[in-house]
DNA sequence: AATGAATGAGGGTTCATTCAT
DNA sequence: AATGAATGAACCCTCATTCAT
């Protein structure tokens, strides 16, 4: 049977889009998006100028592609991830999300987070986006794992979306770090970003443990009298 | 009884540069460095454009004192809140970082984390700074706090310095929400992002008590068997 | 038969740079680097302005392309000229003298000397490559010619460098002359520079002579005694 | 008898024309005159940017009194020169010439020269005053001085305006090199401008004595039969 | 008379976009 | 589909000139 004959030259077209968008995406969260020129873009992807307008057709169009491309790939695998998770709500938080959160981290689609953070005022269409596909199913997730564990007297009641944040902004945090300070002066202090991840999520959970503070721990903000 | 002779003119002159920096910065902040034009903040200043030059060489000098300027204030208040403190350690979290950390919010200075975020990687000088004057005196302090609470038996030993990213980043993080998502689409779930911190800070410190497991609360990392 | 497949625009790009430079040097001869405006060499080659920076990446850079390319032209075709050169050293002086001074005199790279003379304080590395190119080797082959007249017997003893600019200065004075002066005010006292140059070398070669100076003729500086 | 109080300030007010003239000459020759600020002129003069524009009111008026008074200056110091010579023509041309242009040379006059070649395009008006006021009555006094030496049969009858520019082209090209290719690279083969001064005047000179030709000399270019 | 802060038109340079090849 | 030369609007910065003090 014979296999359809790929030539280099058509895998090499088929691949462009694709070539286009990550060099695109390097170079927007580096320089920002205002900063970086079609001409680097192009060199990098091994293109010329020209080329670009092919495919995309206006910078601001192309910075779109590379948002939506990255977020909605990102957004499958957490999906896929979660469907196919046999197991607790916990573990789906304990487990799950540092394995979710790493994967992000060590792909360029950490540098999408700068990205929104620096370009969403110029470009608030991608706000949009950003809220709907991204933030609101995320959330959504987490809360519901939360919401559960509440009812099921795990959790001290507590407001869900502030204790969603209280996991997931740090996350978000490392993220932007990466590709900000991190790209220059390293903060060792953080050690491995996955341990960090793994002990904040260990802290934010205990901190939802119903339990009997053990006298003279750390005062809780309203100290019982006697 | 003589009139101080300061003319209008004067007093203008004088005013000058933090007029021109606060123009800056929430053009800065707003549009990123790069698409910002010398023009607007001079207009917004209420100047020409000439002006700016009389005050500020380039454009790249007056990003660097926007940002120092503000740093300066908020690191000299945070400073003097820490020093005039009476009390806990543990109040210095509960407390002060709070309150702290809502001036900030409240502030234009809260711009200059995105500020950073977006331009240090075009200008890795601004790196240097902001650690040595930001990042390394704010972490020593806190970190200090927590260490001192392990010593005494009140918090479980752990990682201090992640402890402190934990409690930190979601502040940081909540700054860069303001001057980007924030500032298209409200996250309106948050509530009063002061509510949010205040829980935030007790979820941690919650988490960093010493105090026995109540059966059946959410799993510790590694579950006893039985 | 195949046409060469040279097209218009193919024909339009190799041209460009000598375009450019013929624009650039008479713009620069005429007002001065410094009051000269890009946008006015492009116009006048007939580009945009963007155009330039396609070929030439400064003004600054420009303006030495400008210099060496003439002068390297210069250099050549009067090296050539003195290679092909048959007959006596003074014919050297006499006749081919003139007709080099001559095509430089009528040719843009007249304007060469004006722009040297104007803007080697602001450029000093043109007066290096001036020295080196032009000058040393110009003076080193007149130089060559007095000297062996010298001790051939035919010319008194001088200093042969003193001769040597007494020869060439008014040719390159008037080089300037056409582009300042004599752009403005005709000095028509001058005839025909080309009649001018050759009195004057005759004028100077004749000083050069040795001879018995005639009774009562113009004193010579220390009169023989009795 | 009390000598009238002249404070040093109203010393400084009277000096102040003349010191701004200085500093503007000064820098029109170094750098040009559209690359010259008016800035500096004020700051080599020692007052303020203002402070000019109560003497000069624009650029260009300032060139065109740089210009006037150093000439006038100059030509003034040449005419008594002239009035108070006493001795033959012959003279006239072998030692006021060369110790009337060793002033030039020495003083900032020598500069002009340079400013009027760079800036009489931009300029015309210059080149009626030059021509007007110097260089026609420069040429008619020495034009003068050898038409009478022909008339007297000390000179062979040539182009007298040719021998003019003859004598006279040298000296000015060397105060134009002395301001450009002079301040950068030194001609060192030069030896003493004054020296080949004297060396040159005496070759023209020397060029236009009669004289039976030593047979064998430097051909001339017509030689008479016989 | 003197200052120097302020202005704003103007010039060098960049770069997104177009289009002939 | 791919190229890269060409364009020209836009931006940073300069500097002659003005004017309130």
Redesign the interface.
């Known amino acids: 049977m014979s296999v359809p004959a790929v030539t280099p030259r058509q895998r090499r077209k088929e691949a462009r889009p694709q070539e286009l968008l990550d060099a695109a995406l390097e170079l927007f969260v580096?320089?920002?998006?205002?900063?970086t020129r079609q001409d680097e873009i192009a060199a990098r992807a091994g293109v010329s100028k020209g080329t670009l307008y092919l495919y995309y057709p206006s910078k601001e169009e192309l910075l779109k592609a590379v948002i939506r491309e990255r977020l909605s790939t990102e957004i499958e695998a957490g999906m896929q991830q979660v469907r196919q998770h046999v197991g607790?709500n916990?573990d789906l938080l304990?487990s799950l999300l540092p394995r979710w959160w790493e994967n992000m981290f060590n792909s360029p689609a950490s540098g999408v987070f700068?990205l929104?953070?620096?370009?969403?005022?110029?470009f608030?269409e991608i706000?949009?986006y950003?809220?709907r596909e991204v933030?609101e199913p995320g959330?959504h997730l987490i809360g519901t794992v939360l919401q559960r564990?509440i009812e099921a007297?795990?959790?001290r009641p507590?407001?869900v979306?502030?204790?969603v944040?209280?996991l997931v902004?740090?996350m978000?945090?490392?993220c932007?770090h990466k590709?900000?300070?991190g790209?220059?002066?390293a903060?060792e202090?953080?050690?491995h970003p996955h341990?960090?991840i793994q002990?904040?999520i260990?802290?934010?959970?205990?901190?939802?443990?119903?339990?009997?503070?053990?006298p003279?721990?750390?005062?809780?903000?309203k100290p019982r009298p006697g």
């Open positions: 580096e320089k920002g998006f205002a900063a607790s916990a304990r700068k929104i953070i620096t370009e969403v005022r110029t608030p706000a949009d950003y809220m933030v959330h564990g007297g795990e959790f507590i407001n979306e502030g204790a944040h209280s902004l740090p978000v945090m490392l932007l590709h900000s300070l790209a220059c002066s903060i202090s953080l050690g341990d960090f002990q904040h260990d802290l934010v959970l205990r901190g939802l443990e119903i339990r009997d503070t053990k003279g721990a750390a005062a809780p903000r």
